[in-house]
C-alpha cells in the first residue's frame, strides 16, 4: 500500500499565494499520475489540477487557468501544488490523489489541507 501527507495550507489574504505538497510513501508515485482536487463548504469535491508520471502533461480546471501550478520531482517523491493570486473562492480542504491508470478514479488519497483565502 501507500500513503499521501499534504502539508502546506493554512490563511492567507486575497491575492496571496501557498504552495501546497504532497509526500507519498510506499508504492504509490513511480509511474503514478498524481491529482489535486478541493471542496469547499457545503459543495462537491472537484478537481484542480493534475499531472503525468513524466511531469510532461498538465491539467487545470477552468478556475485556477493561469494562477495554479501543478509539478512533481520524482526524486523526492513529491507533488506540489502553487497557488496564486488567491481567491476568497479558492478556500477549501485540497486533497491530494494518485493513480496507475491514465483514465479512471483516483485510487489513493490524502487526508486534505485546509486552505483559507481572506477578503
Known amino acids: 500500500q501507500g500513503q499521501l501527507v499534504e502539508s502546506g495550507g493554512g490563511l492567507v489574504q486575497a491575492g496571496g499565494s501557498l504552495r501546497l505538497s504532497c509526500a507519498a510513501s510506499?508504492?504509490?508515485?513511480?509511474?503514478?499520475?498524481m491529482g489535486w482536487f478541493r471542496r469547499a463548504p457545503g459543495k462537491e469535491r472537484e478537481f484542480v489540477a493534475a499531472i503525468t508520471w513524466s511531469g510532461d502533461n498538465t491539467y487545470y480546471a477552468d478556475s485556477v487557468k493561469g494562477r495554479f501550478t501543478i509539478s512533481r520531482d520524482n526524486a523526492k517523491n513529491t507533488v506540489y501544488l502553487q497557488m496564486n493570486s488567491l481567491k476568497p473562492e479558492d478556500t477549501a480542504v485540497y486533497y491530494c490523489?494518485?493513480?496507475?491508470?491514465?483514465?479512471?478514479?483516483?485510487?489513493?488519497w490524502g487526508q486534505g489541507t485546509q486552505v483559507t483565502v481572506s477578503s
Open positions: 510506499g508504492r504509490i508515485f513511480s509511474g503514478y499520475r
Open positions: 490523489a494518485a493513480r496507475i491508470t491514465p483514465t479512471g478514479s483516483y485510487e489513493y
